[in-house]
């Protein structure tokens, strides 16, 4: 198998319907100073309502504000 | 001569609710206890005694029975994995008003909070286990969703980080015994009928749309009430090395909701839709009982006595 045959581990944000954008593969969370984030597990969910109490990540507070992202 | 195929046709026969029956539940909890890491006092071999599964068969068939009369069908949306992930998250919406996390956040005492750890133990102890036997029964995106739910349930490779090695620490941290089982004479009946059913649809490869249905109900209503009952043991002054646990699921159960209910039952019954109304089914059921049986708690503490059976557990 050559290196273009491998399937493409290329990294993917899945953008949750009325929820946090779920990332999977390979990605660098940095602060502003490219300081890496405390990561606990390799597919994270970012919060993307505003009000997760952990943010960056989401605490399923989305589904308390009734969050929608109108279909996106 | 004892005859074990009548005996237990006799307790099913005459139990007027086998959610809520002690000896059936334990028989049931016992039997699948063969399949997971069994006792140290029985003979493996028993796992596959046909005796004991064709009794074993007699509780299932019952308790099945007594589950699909129990628990009120959702309506079925589209076989499509967008509106079954919309489904699944609409029927475990967040209800306002009281539930057991509530009260651990606002009002529990000491000891009833303690008892909630020993009520959860019977099957937190063994998180994860009841679905993964699901796995071998999938195929493509909904395999790979379950296995990734349940790497990260175990740990994501780390021993110390097995969901259920934090919850034993929970249970450490608070002075409880978190050998498996010590406490399962303690709980009553519908603790157990919690557990045996996740084991049943873990266990039967016809109900593995019903395991699906359940583990996505059971993630899409856990980050939330974590977060309470973690804030409940802060209030009563416990630290990290009893909170760790619940603070861990308020992150981990966020992303695992929206991996079980897009991937994991939608990416299902996009490949069988035939499978529609075993999926929503085991959703609704994890709901049911488990309301229950939280219900069942409160009820107990509204009436100032304890949940569990007898002379209630210390330590």
Request: glycine fraction near 8%.
């Amino acid at each position: 198998m050559t290196d273009e045959d491998r399937p493409a581990a290329t990294p993917a944000i899945v953008a949750c319907p009325d929820g946090p954008l779920l990332v999977r593969g390979d990605v660098d969370l940095v602060d502003p100073q490219g300081r890496p984030l405390e990561r606990h597990r390799r597919t994270v969910a970012l919060c993307r309502c505003g009000s997760s109490a952990i943010k960056p990540y989401c605490d399923g507070t989305h589904k308390l504000k009734h969050f929608t992202t109108g279909g996106a | 001569m004892f005859d074990l195929q009548q005996a237990i046709a006799r307790a099913v026969a005459g139990s007027d609710d086998l959610l809520h029956d002690d000896d059936v539940q334990l028989a049931l909890d016992m039997l699948y206890e063969l399949h997971y890491t069994g006792f140290d006092e029985a003979d493996d071999g028993w796992e596959w005694s046909p005796a004991l599964l064709a009794g074993r068969s007699l509780i299932e068939a019952a308790f099945e029975r007594a589950l699909r009369a129990s628990v009120p069908m959702p309506e079925l949306p589209e076989p499509r994995a967008d509106a079954v992930a919309a489904a699944l998250f609409e029927l475990t919406a967040p209800t306002p008003g009281p539930g057991l996390a509530r009260t651990i956040e606002r009002e529990a005492t000491d000891e009833q909070a303690r008892e909630f750890i020993i009520q959860r133990s019977i099957y937190t102890l063994k998180e994860a286990d009841p679905h993964t036997w699901a796995i071998p029964r999938l195929r493509g995106r909904a395999k790979a969703a379950l296995v990734e739910i349940q790497s990260d349930e175990y740990g994501g490779g780390r021993a110390e980080r097995i969901h259920a090695a934090l919850f034993a620490g929970t249970m450490r941290a608070l002075g409880l015994d978190d050998t498996y089982g010590a406490y399962i004479d303690a709980v009553p009946a519908i603790t157990l009928a919690s557990l045996n059913m996740s084991t049943m649809f873990g266990l039967h490869r016809r109900l593995r749309g019903s395991a699906v249905g359940h583990l996505a109900a059971f993630e899409m209503t856990s980050s939330l009430p974590c977060r309470m009952i973690g804030d409940g043991f802060r209030r009563l002054g416990y630290g990290v090395d009893v909170t760790f646990y619940y603070d861990e699921h308020v992150e981990a159960d966020s992303v695992h909701e929206q991996i079980a209910g897009r991937d994991l039952a939608g990416g299902l019954v996009d490949a069988h839709p035939e499978l529609l109304a075993d999926v929503m089914f085991g959703a609704a059921a994890c709901l049911v009982v488990d309301g229950m049986a939280a219900d069942d708690v409160r009820s107990a503490w509204e009436a100032g006595e304890s949940s569990l059976l007898g002379s209630a557990v210390r330590s």
